[in-house]
C-alpha cells in the first residue's frame, strides 16, 4: 500500500504561483514513478505531469508546458508540483498519484489507469 498526502493548494490571482506538494509512505519511494493529475469542477480528471523513478525524465500536458514544473526528492519522498503564471483554468482539485509498475527508471506514464494510488487531492483557485 502506498499512502499519499498533497498540500500547497490554495487561492491565488491570476499571474501567481503555488507549489503543491505530496508526501509519500508505504514503499521505496524512489521504486514510484509519480504524477500530477486535476479535475476541474464537474469534468474529468486529467493528466498534468509525470516524473520518472529516477527523476530523469519528466513528462507535461501541453497547456502547462512552460509554466509548471514537476521534481521530486527522493530523499524526502515528496514530490512537487510547481506552479507558476496561473490562470483561473488552471482552478481544479489536483491530485498526486503513484505508478508502481513504470517499465523503466526513466519512464513516464500519462494514463489515469497506469497509477494505481492517489491522494485526496488539493484544492486550486486562481480568481481573475
Known amino acids: 500500500q502506498v499512502q499519499l498526502v498533497e498540500s500547497g493548494g490554495g487561492l491565488v490571482q491570476a499571474g501567481g504561483s503555488l507549489r503543491l506538494s505530496c508526501a509519500a509512505s508505504?514503499?521505496?519511494?524512489?521504486?514510484?514513478?509519480m504524477g500530477w493529475f486535476r479535475q476541474p469542477l464537474g469534468k474529468e480528471r486529467e493528466f498534468v505531469a509525470a516524473?520518472?523513478?529516477?527523476?530523469?525524465?519528466?513528462s507535461y500536458v501541453e497547456f502547462v508546458k512552460g509554466r509548471f514544473t514537476i521534481s521530486r526528492d527522493n530523499a524526502k519522498n515528496k514530490v512537487y508540483l510547481q506552479m507558476n503564471s496561473l490562470k483561473p483554468e488552471d482552478t481544479a482539485v489536483y491530485y498526486c498519484?503513484?505508478?508502481?509498475?513504470?517499465?523503466?527508471?526513466?519512464?513516464?506514464?500519462?494514463?489515469?489507469?497506469?497509477?494505481?494510488?492517489w491522494g485526496q487531492g488539493t484544492q486550486v483557485t486562481v480568481s481573475s
Open positions: 508505504g514503499r521505496t519511494f524512489s521504486s514510484l514513478a
Open positions: 516524473i520518472s523513478r529516477s527523476g530523469g525524465s519528466t
Open positions: 498519484a503513484a505508478d508502481t509498475n513504470a517499465p523503466g527508471p526513466s519512464i513516464t506514464r500519462t494514463r489515469r489507469y497506469n497509477y494505481e494510488y
